[in-house]
């Protein structure tokens, strides 16, 4: 990650590593649905977020930088589907192309 000067490594590390796992997380199985326009999942018994025992080991490598300070932001939420898509294309052969990859029936 390259966000210029870190002040606090720490940090940076914590919003790539929460954002990556945000982002599996809706890949991999964060659907919302609706019935006569009433939201299915209600709670957390209908709805299966990205737990901590799902949570793959993530390495974050910042990149030293003179340039001023920005922000850490969410930059691990975007990169985390492509990710899973191909590392799934990569095992299977079948190319993931709607979210949640959970409807698939390949990936759970």
């Known amino acids: 990650m390259d966000c210029g000067r870190v002040i606090n490594p720490d940090v940076v590390k914590a919003q790539m590593e929460g954002g ?50 920005t922000g850490a932001g969410e930059p691990g939420v975007p990169t985390a589907a492509p990710a899973v898509a191909n590392a799934v294309f990569s095992v299977t052969g079948q190319p993931q192309q709607t979210l949640p990859f959970s409807r698939s029936g390949i990936v759970s």
């Not at 659907?31 to 080991?57: C, H, K, W």
């Open 20 to 69: 990556t796992g945000w982002g599996i997380g809706h890949a991999l199985r964060g659907e919302i649905t609706m019935t006569d326009g009433v939201v299915d999942q209600a709670n957390f018994d209908s709805y299966l977020p990205m737990r901590m025992s799902d949570m793959p080991a993530v390495e974050v490598h910042i990149v030293p930088s003179g340039e001023r300070p």
